[in-house]
Structure formats: C-alpha cells, structure tokens
C-alpha cells in the first residue's frame, strides 16, 4: 500500500548536545546520532520514499526534529510556529523548501504556536494536542486553514507529555498504538488500539510508511503487538534522540 512518497529530514548539528530535554538519560553523542540517522533516512528508503536531506543547522540544538516545523498534507503545506522559544525560527527557509513540492503553502500567526508532534492525521481528519507548545489559538487557526482546504480537525488535551504524538501514533485501517495517557480518552473511542505498556511508553510513537511500521529498537512488547496486526515492522535505534525527547516521527516529514 502506497500513501506517501517523499519525506524531508534535517542532519543533526553538533549543537543538538544543547538541545531541549526532560528525559535525564544523559547527553546525546553527536556520532551516534549521525550513525542512528544514516539508518532512520535508510529506512525511509526503504519504504519506497525519496528522501530529501536539508544540511544542519548549528543555530538550532532541536532542528533535527524536523516534524514540528511543518504539516504536510495531500492539499496544502502550513508551516508552524513552535511554542519553544528556541525554536521558533526554525521555520526560517522552509518555505522555499516546501516551494519545491506544494503551491499551497500557509502559515500560523502570533498568537498562535502549534508544533507539529501535536498533531495526528487520520485521513482527512487532523487531531491537535494541546499542549505546552501548541495553544488554543494556534489550534484554532490551523482548523481554519484546514477547513479551507475541505479537511477536519479537533482538539486533545495533554497531561504530561510533551507532544500529542509522544503518546498516541496513527497506524492507518483504523489502528492506533496508544500508550496509557490516551486508552480510555474519548477521542478515541472508535479506534482498534494496540496498547502501550508504561515500561515502554517510548515505543507509542512509531511511524506507519505505506504498509510498513518504524518501531524504535529496544521495544520488544510493542513490538510484537504490531507484528501480530499483520505489520512489517522496522527497527532503528533513536537512542540519541531520545535523550532530547525525540521520537521516530519527528525527525521528518512524510507526505
Ligand atoms: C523539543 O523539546 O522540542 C525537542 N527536544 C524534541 C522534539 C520532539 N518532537 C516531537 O515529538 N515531534
């Protein structure tokens, strides 16, 4: 099953040991992540995408998390504004990136701060995290621009987590790996859930690409229980990344 064909990543810069943290597992070592990169672009191959590959970008410790800098969709491409301070420029340039592949490009305004790891897409449908990045008024923005573009969009409140898809990740054929926060949320009622366990609520973000399923490595349970849906799954190591609290989505764009 073919759904997306290109994805966009941005090289990690030597500055990512500065990067934003709350996981307390240590400084990530800038070789590995170059190492664990290589692999993740490699499984985006492998999934049949092409895959564009921007240069680092030292002024920005984060801006290898290239996933919350834009939303792509099959209609229009809408670039964020973080609600990080630090990373609110890095949207700088990424319009004449998006140039090469949409003519629809929009974006949010002040007051408005979305962060894409808030949102989820499920088919024309877009669920948006409230979150300490991502604010009423930005949520409220971009499902005006969705609208616009004849898709959908409805809000989740978050308790913990840094982004709605550090806990909840779309596996498309109405599948949803949930970790313990979104179980019992009513958003998700309808959803045949692949439940998380808490001592591997990292692995609740994993990435669907045209049939198969990106899994970070070291997730055993989780990892059975998408096989056992009938997935194909990768495993990549994002040791590195998770020190900054990074998962497998954010580092790219998938369209
Ligand atoms: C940050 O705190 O912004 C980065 N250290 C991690 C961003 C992770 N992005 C994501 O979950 N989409």
Not at 2 to 11: E, L
Not at 111 to 130: K, Q, S
Not at 154 to 170: D, E
């Amino acid at each position: 099953m073919k759904k997306f064909t290109q994805a966009i990543v941005k090289r990690p810069c030597r500055n990512m040991i500065h990067g934003l943290t709350s996981a307390g597992l240590g400084i990530p070592d800038f070789q590995k992540a170059l190492v664990q990169h290589d692999g993740y672009i490699e499984a985006l191959k492998q999934c049949g995408l092409e895959v564009t590959i921007l240069d680092a970008d030292e002024r920005f410790p984060d801006s290898v998390f290239i996933e919350d800098i834009a939303l792509l969709t099959p209609e229009c491409a809408i670039i964020m504004l973080p609600g990080a301070p630090s990373r609110m420029a890095e949207t700088d340039g990424m319009e004449s990136v998006l140039k090469r592949f949409y003519t629809n490009i929009e974006s949010i305004q002040p007051p408005g701060n979305i962060e894409a790891g808030d949102i989820m897409m499920v088919g024309p449908h877009f669920y948006i995290g409230l979150s300490e990045r991502t604010n009423q008024a930005g949520a409220t923005q971009l499902i005006s621009i969705l609208k616009r573009y004849g898709l959908t969009g409805s809000l989740v409140k978050l308790k913990k987590l840094l982004h709605l898809k550090t806990g909840v990740s779309y596996l498309e054929e109405n599948n949803l790996l949930v970790s313990d926060a979104f179980f019992n949320d009513p958003e998700f009622t309808n959803f045949d859930k692949i439940m998380v366990d808490d001592d591997e609520a990292y692995a609740a973000n994993s990435v669907w690409i045209n049939g198969k399923v990106l899994v970070p490595k070291g997730f055993p349970k989780t990892t059975r229980k998408i096989q056992n849906r009938g997935f194909d799954v990768i495993s990549l190591d994002v040791s590195e990344f998770q020190k900054l609290d990074g998962g497998l989505s954010c580092l790219s764009l998938r369209f």
